[in-house]
T-cell receptor, first 116, second 116 residues
Framework: AQSVAQPEDQVNVAEGNPLTVKCTYS??????LFWYVQYPNRGLQFLLK??????LVKGSYGFEAEFNKSQTSFHLKKPSALVSDSALYFC??????????????FGRGTSLIVHP | GAVVSQHPSWVICKSGTSVKIECRSL??????MFWYRQFPKQSLMLMAT?????????EQGVEKDKFLINHASLTLSTLTVTSAHPEDSSFYIC????????????FGNGTRLTVT
């Protein structure tokens, strides 16, 4: 069975500083990995995904994530945080096609707070 | 981009009544839809997966007779909370996936249900 761990419930960072939101996963085979963001009282919005290819994936709003197969990690990063980046961030994993149920597994979410 | 419309965005109902929540994919065909429940400051809890024209598959612990899911077309899925009780109060979110296996999920903006 696949699983996702987001070890931090909350990440605090000052505006203008780099941010990292951590995610590790467990899945059989090569994973499909996703990051989503949720603003208060809204649904989730897709940020970026890793399917194959370059380990560094760039997404929306200046976010990027690095796939590290040996560490089974897919940390979300941004070089310079904005106050408007404050939100709840979810990492998700799906097994490769044919590897079982497509149903993606979500981490428990990390609340990012960017201080002015 | 792909848009999922979820209605209503909020609803208040009396205990014992039923509430229907609609989830529509506006510009793509949603072969699979997922229904989630989210408690405050907590992750998403998958309730059920529905494929167009098939019966929904419910997660363990979710009462299928209480949470009726219908996915009658490739653009519409509904969740009906029957005989609602205060403990059913929550934030319900739908998401949809198109025909491409590794495409990200597209989420509705959620429905805040309050049962009095």
């Amino acid at each position: 069975a696949q699983s996702v761990a987001q070890p931090e419930d909350q990440v605090n960072v000052a505006e203008g500083n780099p941010l990292t939101v951590k995610c590790t996963y467990s899945v059989s085979g090569n994973p499909y990995l996703f990051w989503y963001v949720q603003y208060p009282n809204r649904g989730l919005q897709f940020l970026l995904k890793y399917i194959t290819g370059d380990n560094l994936v760039k997404g929306s709003y200046g976010f990027e994530a690095e796939f590290n197969k040996s560490q089974t990690s897919f940390h979300l990063k941004k070089p310079s945080a904005l106050v408007s980046d404050s939100a709840l961030y979810f990492c998700a994993v799906s097994p490769p096609q044919g590897g079982g149920s497509y149903i993606p597994t979500f981490g428990r979410g990390t609340s990012l707070i960017v201080h002015p | 981009g792909a848009v999922v419309s979820q209605h209503p965005s909020w609803v208040i109902c009396k205990s014992g009544t039923s509430v229907k929540i609609e989830c529509r994919s506006l510009d793509f065909q949603a072969t699979t839809m997922f229904w989630y429940r989210q408690f405050p400051k907590q992750s998403l809890m998958l309730m059920a997966t529905s494929n167009e024209g098939s019966k929904a598959t419910y997660e363990q612990g979710v009462e299928k007779d209480k949470f009726l899911i219908n996915h009658a077309s490739l653009t519409l899925s509904t969740l009906t909370v029957t005989s609602a009780h205060p403990e059913d109060s929550s934030f319900y979110i739908c998401s949809a996936r198109g025909t491409v296996y590794n495409s990200p999920l597209h989420f509705g903006n959620g429905t805040r249900l309050t049962v009095t």
